[in-house]
């Protein structure tokens, strides 16, 4: 059996990580880039990253020119008009369809005409984990995949297995919801359908692998110490067989650094659902949730595999300015742990989108940079990975509002590690797709909570 040294081990894992992140690019790339031909020209779709009006915009990082002739109107519009006033709403974080012409030549491409998505009045649905309760009574509020939820007496209610009513509905219940956002941001229900799925075997083809016990928790791991497929600390002197190392969720050196280690961990602690924290230690649905620093020179984003182990790069650490932006990076890998509580249950929530995938494909879903790549092979291209990208992103908006964290903060934090270089001019870094996904969701859903916060700064300037 051939056995590495932990330091002969990181360069075999350095190559391989190197192809996982390549492929994981390449995945995003071709969800992101969605054009078409239509017939005035090439059509462009995705969020505004930027806006230099009246002169152009960016459109998932692509720039698009204005003209005194562009047109506006919302999506579905037949007839766009120069002086629409849908050209006053265009900002960052919005969703756009642009017609648009190229012109070889120059590489520029003009906009014919811009049309909008009014998100707000986007019919919602979906599944998702109900991981507070906001309200009770006879029209409920649940928090679940990233929205508050309301019940209403006219609401269309259904309850599977042992579910037979709202009062047995409670945190780790999931529930599927169709409904439209009121004037304030919340998704009014239509029609919800609440089950314990935990209590249920989905009928997915192969066996999942069991998780098995998880590692404790270091507070601070010492100097010189790796991180092994489990997290648990490992000398660096360790053998390790090949045939164990697993490349996406491989080795990583954690720094040691005390103070970065335990802002780490009194972050990501302090983000975890109370649901979750209040749980037996012992019960099937408890995620081991652990959070180290590690020493990742060519990443920019939190690495999540192992269940509940969350690992956030020293090298995004000392880009980002606060405790809020760190929050958002950490709750974002929280958010994928609450996605695929177990192998089961994950593959449960891709079956509602008709993805069939094996139950050890399933148990290997890993995510960070790698989310799409241990699976793309199977639903390279499909939409569900986009829309997992996106839920993990509502629902980290939640998780730093209920910590006491800024959720306004997440998008500033993914725009500081979009670069490999920071540039001297903070102001010119435009926002990536995910940032642009969250200042959506936040414009709709926490504009209040916005206002608190500019509200509380002005007061601790006034008072100095």
């Known amino acids: 059996m051939i056995q590495l040294s932990a330091v002969g081990l990181r360069f075999v894992q350095s190559a391989i990580f190197v192809s996982y992140f390549g492929l994981a690019i390449s995945a995003g790339i071709g969800l992101r880039a969605a054009r078409a031909q239509s017939a005035e020209g090439d059509t462009v779709e995705g969020y505004v990253s930027a806006v230099q009006l009246p002169t152009e915009l960016y459109v998932n990082g ?4 204005l003209t005194p002739k562009t047109r506006f109107g919302m999506i579905g519009d037949r007839a766009p008009r120069v ?10 974080g919005v969703y756009v369809k642009v017609e648009e012409v190229f012109d070889p030549s120059t590489k520029v491409i003009t906009a014919g005409a811009i049309y909008l998505r009014d998100a707000s009045g986007k019919r919602l649905s979906g599944m998702g984990l109900i991981d507070r309760i906001i309200s009770t009574g006879p029209e409920p509020v649940l928090q679940a995949d990233g929205y508050s939820i309301q019940i209403r007496s006219n609401t269309v209610q259904k309850f599977s ?5 709202l009062r047995d509905v409670h945190t780790n219940t999931w529930v599927r919801y169709e409904g439209d956002r009121d004037d304030t941001g919340m998704l009014v229900a239509t029609r919800v359908e609440f089950s314990s799925l935990a209590k249920r075997t989905p009928k997915v083809p192969g066996k999942a692998k069991s998780p098995g016990k998880a590692k404790a928790q270091v507070a601070v791991p010492a100097q010189g110490t790796y991180l092994d497929a489990d997290g648990e600390p490992r000398d660096i002197h360790s053998k390790v067989r090949l045939n164990q190392f697993e490349a996406s969720c491989g080795w990583h050196v954690a720094p040691g650094d005390p103070a970065m280690q335990q802002r780490v961990l009194r972050v990501g602690t302090k983000l975890i659902p109370d649901y979750q924290s209040q749980m037996a230690s012992d019960d099937p649905a408890k ?8 020493d990742e020179p060519g990443l920019r984003t939190d690495i999540f595999c192992k269940p509940g182990l969350v690992l956030v790069p020293k090298q995004a650490i000392e880009r980002l300015q606060n405790d809020d932006q760190l929050a958002a990076v950490i709750a974002d890998g929280i958010a994928f742990n609450m996605q ?3 192998p089961k249950l994950n593959a449960e929530w891709l079956a509602v989108y008709g993805v069939e995938l094996a139950g050890e494909a399933v148990s290997g879903i890993s995510g960070g940079v790698f989310l799409g790549t241990e699976i793309g092979g199977q639903i390279a291209g ?3 990975l986009a829309e997992m990208e996106e839920q993990r992103g509502r629902v980290a908006l939640t998780l730093l509002k209920d910590a006491g964290y800024d959720p306004w903060q997440a998008p500033e934090a993914w725009r500081l590690l979009a670069p490999k270089v920071l540039p001297k001019d903070l102001g010119s870094l435009k926002y990536p797709n995910r940032s642009e996904y969250q200042l959506g969701v936040l414009k709709l859903q926490y504009r209040a909570d916005r206002k608190a916060v500019q509200e509380k700064t002005v007061a601790a300037a006034s008072a100095q």
């Open 382 to 384: 499909h939409k569900i």
């Open 287 to 294: 995620i081991p949730f652990r959070f180290y620093a590690v």
């Open 161 to 165: 297995g042992a579910l037979t009513s």
């Open 62 to 65: 692509t720039q698009v020119t």
């Open 340 to 342: 695929r509580l177990s």
């Open 83 to 92: 002086d629409s006033p849908v050209r006053d709403l265009i900002e960052i």
